[in-house]
């Protein structure tokens, strides 16, 4: 079994500049606070010059993503956007898996009760529908990586697997459909026929799958190295000038059009008026007796 992380992150292989970087935005600058490990953290933060660390830490149970997990994402991810003196992020999982994905039940009782999944202005979200990060992010990835899970990998501009990483898109085979942007962002990076091949199907894939679909970089042979490559790769990034970095993302940004931002801000509601129908239910209670769903459609 992969050994799980409680302490100490391994560190980066190379040295990092802790010079600050330039400005990122006149709007608000910010310091990005870091984030003690502990029973009540679910996403943590460890500054490393001018790179951070973000860990997703709900390791009892996967590393599903509740709302709470995600909003905290969202604040760390909008932390980083403003801190100047930070020039590349690397999010990880804490645990023997990246994530599993989403807590169902936590997001259900959210849908049911209408409430927006981020409210608070000092938020990006870590699946966006229009704007994200300006800034570089490298995701790090092993174990279980499922669903919700693999949709905040994909949204990285580099990414990097441990070659025990199992990656699942299987939400179709319980009632839902993958809401956080793999119907748009899966199909760009993998493919039509590749990103279907998974989708369609709910069959999980390896890290040497990934690597072939080009939606993994870099295998690395372990958990550890692998986030050792992550912190490797950042602080190459941090080293560059932080302007051309910002560029490069947004001339390349600008490529990708019009309609993927209409596609991802439709979503939401696609998402929320799945989790309402019979189909639904089914997935749910079929999962809950441990046997096939009957779907009606």
């Known amino acids: 079994m992969v050994s799980t992380w409680t302490g100490p992150l391994p560190m980066a292989r190379s040295a990092e500049n802790e010079s600050a970087g330039a400005p990122q935005s006149a709007e608000k600058t910010v310091t990005m606070a870091e984030t003690k490990l502990g029973a009540t953290s ?15 830490n709900r390791p ?6 509740d ?5 905290g994402l969202a604040k760390a991810y909008y932390q980083y956007e ?11 999982g804490r645990g023997d898996n990246f994530s599993r994905g989403i807590d169902v039940d936590a997001f259900q009782v959210l849908a049911a009760s209408g409430r927006p999944l981020l409210s608070d202005a ?5 699946l966006p529908k229009t704007k994200g990060l300006s800034k570089p992010l490298v995701v790090v990835v092993h174990g279980h990586t499922w669903n919700m899970g693999r ?17 699942g898109q299987d939400e179709n085979t319980h009632g839902r459909f993958p809401g956080g942007g793999s119907t748009v962002r899966f199909v760009r990076e993998a493919g039509w026929a590749n990103a279907m091949r998974y989708m369609l199907t709910g069959d999980h894939w390896s890290a040497e799958e990934a690597l072939r679909m080009g939606v993994v ?7 550890v190295a692998a986030l050792e490559a992550g912190i490797e790769t950042a602080t190459k990034i941090a080293a560059c000038g932080p302007l051309g970095i910002r560029a490069t993302l947004a001339s390349a940004h600008l490529a990708i059009g019009s309609s993927e931002t209409e596609a991802l801000s439709k979503l939401e509601v696609q998402y929320r008026a799945l989790y309402g129908s019979e189909d639904f239910k089914e997935g749910r209670k079929a999962e809950a007796e441990g046997r096939p769903p009957v779907y009606q459609g």
């Open 122 to 126: 000092e938020t990006i979200d870590p």
């Open 82 to 92: 403003h801190d100047a003196s930070l020039r590349a992020a690397v999010l990880f």
């Open 67 to 71: 709302p709470e997990t995600y909003l």
């Open 217 to 223: 970089q870099t295998i690395a042979p372990t958990p």
């Open 60 to 65: 009892s149970i996967q590393n599903r993503v």
């Open 151 to 167: 949709e905040l990998h994909l949204v990285a501009d580099i990414r990097i697997a441990a070659a025990d990483t199992r990656f």
């Open 42 to 56: 679910k996403v943590t933060v460890e500054r490393r010059g001018q790179i951070v660390l973000i860990g997703i």
